[in-house]
């Protein structure tokens, strides 16, 4: 399974943008997999941003995203997204989106380390 994400780009402050996460096989079940964002910024660690359930009917987020970012999915496109609103020079970073069947979202949702799959990779540059 491969994940391909896009729609990194520059925006100003208080700007927006949507990420997506799209998985490239079609055959697999898309709906079984939990999904994940998470962000690294140059010369820091890879951190959670926002996780959904394989329903889609929980998502989570970092206290530093909540309330300005919105995880979503669309399991009949095998894509997950991210918006992002209301964005800050803080935000930028490597945006990478993450999946798992086996992991135990519950305790570990937050954890790079739990996760299976990772895409590539979407740069976000927030300017002041």
């Known amino acids: 399974v491969q994940l391909q994400a896009s729609g990194g780009g520059l925006v100003q402050a208080g700007g927006s943008l949507r990420l997506s996460c799209a998985a490239s096989?079609?055959?697999?079940?898309?709906?079984?997999?939990?999904m994940s964002w998470f962000r690294q910024a140059p010369g820091k660690e890879r951190e959670f941003v926002a996780a959904?359930?394989?329903?889609?009917?929980?998502?989570y987020y970092a206290d530093s995203v909540e309330h300005r970012f919105t995880i979503s999915r669309d399991n009949a496109k095998n894509t997950v997204y991210l918006q992002m609103n209301s964005l800050k020079p803080e935000d930028t970073a490597v945006y990478y989106c993450?999946?798992?069947?086996?992991?135990?979202?519950?305790?570990?949702?937050?954890?790079?380390?739990?996760?299976?799959?990772w895409g590539q990779g979407t740069l976000v540059t927030v300017s002041r």
């Open positions: 993450a999946g798992s069947t086996s992991i135990n979202f519950g305790l570990d949702k937050r954890v790079p380390g739990r996760y299976t799959y």
């Open positions: 096989e079609r055959t697999f079940s898309f709906s079984s997999y939990y």
């Open positions: 959904i359930s394989r329903g889609g009917a929980n998502t």
